[in-house]
């Protein structure tokens, strides 16, 4: 039983690195996680280094000073344009 369950597992697994890799192909890693669009004016964090659209930015941070990503303190002073 254990056996077939890693045979399972091991079958997903190959089947999300594969839906991955299209994403990559089609360009999907220039996507804002937080608007979930191709990046308008892509900005960058200098305290965790996560990018996201300067207007999902300016807006998360309008709310609370966390980076939407991983939660680390961030202020707009802390954002940087990424040139892509």
Do not use: F
């Amino acid at each position: 039983m254990c056996k077939d369950s890693n045979l399972t597992t091991l079958e997903a697994l190959k089947c999300r690195i594969r839906d991955l890799e299209k994403q990559l192909s089609r360009g999907d890693r220039y996507k804002c996680l937080i608007c979930m669009d191709c990046y308008t004016i892509p900005l960058t964090s200098i305290q965790c280094w996560h990018v996201h659209c300067e207007e999902c930015w300016l807006r998360t941070l309008g709310a609370k000073k966390l980076c939407p990503q991983c939660n680390t303190i961030t202020s707009p002073g802390d954002l940087r344009r990424v040139y892509l």
